[in-house]
């Protein structure tokens, strides 16, 4: 069974500082990585994803992530945090066949303070 | 761009009640997923449709059914509704691909938000 992990319920960071949303991961053959993000009453939106390739994944907002297979890992990271990116931060897997549905991790809210 | 469609955003019911939430996917994406979302809980699958077909199925309860129509659009339909089913009720939706993995994203409504009286 494939399934995500968030050691952290909540990550705080000054304004302008980098952040790291940590994620590590438990599959099978390879893993297929997501992240996103949710804002109050809003549904998930897409931040990135790791398939295959290069180890740092960009995405949207700044954001990426670094895939680390000898530790799996896949954490979140931006080198300058946002008052606007303080929200709930989800990673997620997949499997690699068709369309198989994501499994998420528990979240971990982050706080950026100005 | 266009997104995922939800109605309603808010449903509030009574138990033993039923309920009907729709989703309307983006334009050309062909599968279909649903997702309950429990306070402060990360997303659960329920359960997920390929062109009008069943494709996964997941924690959904026996009380619950869904479709997918001949425009792609989805139903999830809850009937003998208990407290326990207050919750953010997402659709997602994707291409789906051949060849090498999974590689599309999930693309998510703003959710339905159902509450139990």
């Known amino acids: 069974a494939q399934s995500v992990a968030q050691p952290e319920d909540q990550v705080n960071v000054a304004e302008g500082n980098p952040l790291t949303v940590k994620c590590t991961y438990s599959v099978s053959g390879n893993p297929y990585l997501f992240w996103y993000v949710q804002y109050p009453n809003r549904g998930l939106q897409f931040l990135l994803k790791y398939i295959t390739g290069d180890n740092l994944v960009k995405g949207s907002y700044g954001f990426e992530a670094e895939f680390n297979k000898s530790q799996t890992s896949f954490h979140l990271k931006k080198p300058s945090a946002l008052v606007s990116d303080s929200a709930l931060y989800f990673c997620a897997v997949r499997g690699y066949s068709g369309n198989t549905p994501l499994v998420f991790g528990k979240g971990t809210r982050l706080s950026v303070i100005a | 761009a266009a997104g995922v469609i939800q109605s309603p955003r808010h449903l509030i019911k009574e138990k033993r009640e039923t309920a009907t939430l729709k989703c309307y996917p983006i334009?050309?994406?062909?599968?279909v997923y649903w997702y309950q979302q429990g306070p402060g809980q990360d997303p659960q699958f329920l359960i997920s449709f390929y062109e009008k077909m069943q494709s996964d199925k997941g924690s959904i309860p026996d009380r619950f059914s869904a479709q997918q129509f001949s425009d792609y659009h989805s139903e999830l339909n809850m009937s003998s509704l208990e407290l326990g089913d207050s919750a953010l009720y997402f659709c997602a939706s994707s291409l789906r691909t051949t060849g090498e993995g999974s590689n599309q994203p999930q693309h998510f409504g703003d959710g339905t938000r159902l509450s139990i009286l």
């Open positions: 334009p050309r994406h062909d599968t």
